[in-house]
């Protein structure tokens, strides 16, 4: 699919290994298993700490750890799976009821940072990515919308995406995507105003007439070449992130 087409080659390896995991564990369950030859390789533990419980898979000759399976007491279980690369925490992936999971990729050495893999509409597919840099400060927060990831513009309190020179909120479709354009309204003179779009630019219906709408240097909704609208605000009707 496209919407792979710039996932770092290292995030398709781990996939391969995460499906390689998936694949044993299924084929353990059918087939017998020699664990005199698997205590060998690994060693297997239970924990407890800071309240929460779990197991651990290391590897028998280092001793360190390769998997750590986490429960928080919360009724989630797992609440958590961390994955290891030579003993250093690399993935973190958490679960949560009714939820899609959530992946956060850990990068170390001098330019450390964390890019976190979201797909919060339910989509089968990643739908955002957040970095956030060796400070632990967000520094980038994008969507996949139409093909490409977008940069998200936050404004008024509204997460949205410029598109063709055009702010558009953001709002999921039926599928968990961000769809093509979200529905809003926007206050005008003590009235909510349903937006609609024609030829690629947002407007409303004004006594029968249609009229683009754009936002002034001041922040404020533009309805053809009045700038006395009130404040920029709208009310998202699909789910939104916040």
Not at 20 to 30: F, P, T, V
């Amino acid at each position: 699919m496209k919407i792979f087409k710039n996932v770092p080659a290292w995030a398709a390896a781990l996939a391969v290994l995460l499906s390689a995991n998936l694949a044993c564990l299924i084929w353990g369950r059918h087939y017998p298993v020699d664990f005199n030859s698997v205590n060998k390789h690994f060693k297997f533990d239970t924990f407890y700490t800071n309240g929460a419980t779990g197991y651990v898979i290391q590897d028998a000759k280092t001793g360190k750890s390769l998997l750590i399976n986490w429960d928080f007491g919360d009724g989630e279980q797992p609440g958590e799976v961390s994955y290891f690369f030579a003993g250093t925490n690399i993935l973190n992936v958490y679960l949560k009821n009714n939820r899609a999971p959530r992946y956060r990729f850990i990068f170390h050495g001098l330019e450390k940072s964390e890019i976190w893999w979201l797909n919060e509409g339910g989509a089968s597919s990643f739908t955002e990515r957040v970095t956030y840099n060796t400070n632990g400060d967000r520094s980038n927060f994008e969507i996949w919308y139409e093909n490409g990831w977008y940069p998200v513009d936050r404004r008024n309190g509204h997460n949205g995406i410029i598109i063709n020179g055009q702010w558009r909120p953001l709002a999921f479709d039926a599928n968990g995507m961000y769809g093509d354009h979200a529905n809003f309204d926007i206050w005008l003179e003590n009235s909510w105003y349903p937006v609609t779009r024609q030829n690629k630019q947002d407007g409303i219906v004004i006594k029968g007439e249609w009229h683009p709408i754009t936002f002034d240097t001041n922040g404020a909704w533009m309805v053809g070449t009045s700038t006395n609208m009130a404040k920029a605000t709208f009310q998202s009707m699909g789910k939104e992130r916040e």
